[in-house]
């Protein structure tokens, strides 16, 4: 079965600093969805990459697929404190498959 | 944004008890789903719904576990008879198509005593 590794487990930041967040796919991925939860909510939709190669951004966060690497990437710039919360990334088991399996999160904390 | 709507937010049962977690996807939607998180743990799938009936189904969705869409609104998780190890954050999801984003309501907490 298909695993996502999240790198790192936690991260502490300070106020406007970049940062970086990886996802690692045991196998070959056919698409990645980034989500946001706070703490003890719902997942918040943040951007889907369909295609090797594609880079989508909104407002200050980035993210790449790389399908050689099976690996994405989310990249915050200037981080402010409404980016705090536990980012996960997901992908479908196999292309138009709807079942995602998850990652294990990232937990990012904005310090002042 | 029309948005997922769980009820209830929080949900405490006795062990052998049944429970009915009710979710309103999004009014366009196609594909329902039930994800669940166990404290400290990954988001996980439970099953998926389309036309009504199970598109698949994970090794956790049991016989204990069933999935309705009563009406043209409503989808529901029921627990037949509950155990310790449900307790965990229930989350529903929706999508237009099967290979959309997916948009998730705000999850039910079911802790079984």
């Known amino acids: 079965s298909q695993e996502l590794e999240q790198s790192p487990q936690s991260l502490i930041v300070q106020e406007g600093k970049n940062l970086t967040i990886n996802c690692t796919s045991s196998?070959?991925?056919?698409?990645l969805y980034w989500y946001k939860q706070k703490y003890g909510e719902g997942l918040i939709f943040l951007m889907m990459?369909?295609?090797?190669?594609e880079e989508k951004s909104h407002e200050k966060i980035t993210a790449k697929l790389d399908e050689k690497k099976q690996q994405s990437s989310l990249h915050i710039t200037a981080s402010q404190p409404s980016h705090a919360g536990i980012y996960l990334c997901?992908?479908?088991?196999?292309?138009?498959?709807?079942?995602?399996?998850f990652g294990t999160g990232t937990r990012l904390t904005i310090i002042p | 944004e029309p948005e997922v709507t769980q009820t209830p937010s929080h949900q405490v049962t006795q062990m052998g008890q049944e429970v009915i977690l009710r979710c309103v996807p999004i009014?366009?939607?196609?594909?329902f789903y039930w994800y669940r998180q166990i404290l400290g743990q990954k988001v996980e799938f439970l099953v998926s719904?389309?036309?009504?009936?199970?598109?698949?189904k994970s090794e956790i969705f049991d016989d204990q576990f069933s999935v309705e869409r009563p009406d043209g609104s409503n989808f529901t998780l029921k627990i037949r008879s509950t155990k310790l190890e449900d307790s965990a954050m229930y989350f529903c999801?929706?999508?237009?198509?099967?290979?959309?984003?997916?948009?998730f309501g705000s999850g039910t907490q079911l802790s079984v005593l």
């Open positions: 997901g992908a479908p088991r196999d292309f138009g498959n709807e079942k995602l399996t």
């Open positions: 196998k070959t991925l056919y698409g």
């Open positions: 990459l369909q295609k090797g190669g």
């Open positions: 009014s366009n939607h196609l594909y």
């Open positions: 719904f389309y036309n009504n009936e199970i598109s698949e």
């Open positions: 999801a929706s999508a237009p198509r099967v290979d959309e984003k997916l948009f």
